[in-house]
């Protein structure tokens, strides 16, 4: 890939896509650190001199059709917020400062979904250069994703490039390497543990993902207790917490994604905090989290101090580590 910091970008129009897919409540952003990891790519285009930039993004999944609820309003204002700039709707979209346009949720529109030439055109009209600096959607054949890199030169944001970075580190990683697998996406999940089974010397099981599991190769380690609610397992229990956390304290790699327990109730945290502080023990280990459940819990609960790394990514990171490329990457080295 070709950074957008190798290439002179002044009087440029820039398309950049960021991920603007952030929680919502009641109409506002939750937790705005996907916005948050877009600012360095954004002020330095702006630093160079470039002459507007173009936002592309999505909340949701609105399958094509514009849905109210799922405009990205919220997250372009409070873009503007971070970036100290005014905030206005306009024609299309936002406005922000002077030299932004945030356009609206490009999932309104089906033929972002099909990798629709015509889409990109419209964009490529607009612009000069693209810049991808949202990884969350890199692994899907999208217009925003892989058409629009055959009409611009397409570069890759600072974002971006530290994802994969950081990532690449986990491919080959100092050893014993431990991942972490909970959640709830058991068609995402499944799949990720027995794949990455290939890489990691121990896989830890929580969530759903370990009540649907067979250990096959002795790689796999279940839970041996767990917090129960009328019938439903919701958390790793005391022993298993000590037994991950003896794993966890002899690894040199560690990486987590999904959480053990039904987070969301305050009962079941337990599980995913003290993994979360055992993860922080292993000062001389690289621990790296992903997936934005799994991120939103820690910085919530004041736990990502604990990790060297927080993917923005969620399906799109766990895709890179186990298959080594991304159809949206694979685009920008083209």
């Given at each position: 890939m070709?950074s957008?910091?190798d290439v002179?970008?002044?009087?440029?129009?820039?398309?950049?896509?960021?991920d603007?897919?952030?929680?919502?409540?009641?109409?506002?952003v939750?937790?705005?650190?996907r916005?948050?990891?877009?600012?360095?790519t954004?002020?330095?285009?702006?630093?160079?001199g470039?002459?507007?930039?173009?936002?592309l993004?999505?909340?949701?999944?609105?399958?094509g059709k514009?849905a109210p609820?799922l405009?990205?309003?919220p997250?372009?204002?409070?873009?503007?917020?971070?970036?100290?700039m005014?905030?206005?709707?306009?024609a299309?979209g936002?406005?922000i400062?002077?030299?932004?346009?945030?356009?609206?949720?490009?999932?309104f529109?089906?033929?972002e979904?099909?990798?629709n030439?015509?889409?990109?055109e419209?964009w490529?009209?607009?612009?000069d250069?693209f810049v991808?600096?949202?990884?969350?959607?890199?692994?899907?054949?999208?217009?925003?994703?892989v058409?629009?890199?055959k009409?611009l030169?397409?570069f890759?944001?600072?974002?971006l490039?530290?994802?994969?970075?950081?990532?690449?580190?986990?491919?080959?990683?100092?050893r014993?390497?431990?991942?972490?697998i909970g959640?709830?996406k058991?068609d995402?999940?499944?799949?990720?543990a027995?794949?990455i089974?290939?890489?990691?010397?121990?896989?830890?099981?929580?969530?759903?993902?370990?009540?649907a599991?067979?250990?096959?190769?002795g790689?796999f380690?279940?839970?041996?207790?767990?917090?129960?609610?009328r019938?439903?397992i919701?958390?790793?229990?005391d022993?298993?917490?000590e037994?991950?956390?003896?794993?966890?304290?002899?690894?040199?790699t560690?990486?987590?994604?999904?959480?053990?327990?039904?987070?969301?109730?305050e009962?079941?945290q337990?599980?995913?905090?003290?993994?979360?502080l055992?993860i922080g023990?292993s000062?001389?280990?690289?621990?790296?989290a992903?997936?934005?459940?799994?991120?939103?819990?820690?910085?919530?609960?004041?736990?990502?101090n604990?990790?060297?790394?927080?993917?923005a990514?969620?399906a799109?990171?766990l895709e890179?580590l186990?298959?080594?490329?991304?159809a949206?990457?694979?685009a920008?080295?083209?």
């Amino acid at each position: 890939m070709i950074s957008v910091r190798d290439v002179d970008i002044k009087n440029k129009k820039v398309l950049l896509k960021i991920d603007g897919d952030t929680p919502m409540i009641n109409n506002r952003v939750a937790d705005d650190y996907r916005l948050q990891v877009s600012l360095p790519t954004i002020e330095y285009i702006l630093k160079k001199g470039a002459a507007e930039i173009i936002i592309l993004s999505h909340l949701g999944r609105p399958k094509g059709k514009v849905a109210p609820e799922l405009k990205m309003a919220p997250a372009a204002e409070r873009l503007a917020e971070l970036l100290k700039m005014a905030f206005r709707p306009a024609a299309g979209g936002y406005e922000i400062g002077a030299k932004i346009k945030f356009l609206e949720n490009i999932r309104f529109d089906k033929r972002e979904e099909e990798n629709n030439q015509s889409l990109a055109e419209e964009w490529a009209r607009q612009a000069d250069i693209f810049v991808q600096d949202g990884l969350a959607d890199c692994h899907r054949l999208y217009a925003s994703v892989v058409a629009i890199t055959k009409l611009l030169p397409s570069f890759a944001g600072c974002r971006l490039e530290q994802e994969i970075e950081e990532l690449d580190c986990l491919l080959n990683p100092p050893r014993p390497f431990v991942a972490i697998i909970g959640g709830d996406k058991l068609d995402d999940k499944l799949p990720l543990a027995q794949k990455i089974a290939r890489q990691a010397d121990r896989v830890l099981l929580g969530g759903m993902v370990a009540n649907a599991f067979q250990d096959d190769d002795g790689k796999f380690v279940l839970p041996i207790d767990d917090v129960e609610e009328r019938g439903n397992i919701r958390d790793i229990g005391d022993k298993t917490i000590e037994k991950f956390s003896e794993i966890i304290a002899a690894a040199k790699t560690i990486f987590w994604a999904g959480c053990l327990g039904v987070v969301e109730d305050e009962k079941f945290q337990t599980g995913s905090r003290q993994i979360a502080l055992a993860i922080g023990q292993s000062q001389a280990a690289t621990r790296v989290a992903a997936g934005g459940d799994t991120v939103g819990f820690l910085r919530q609960h004041h736990l990502d101090n604990n990790f060297t790394f927080l993917s923005a990514g969620g399906a799109a990171t766990l895709e890179y580590l186990t298959e080594g490329k991304l159809a949206g990457v694979e685009a920008l080295r083209k």
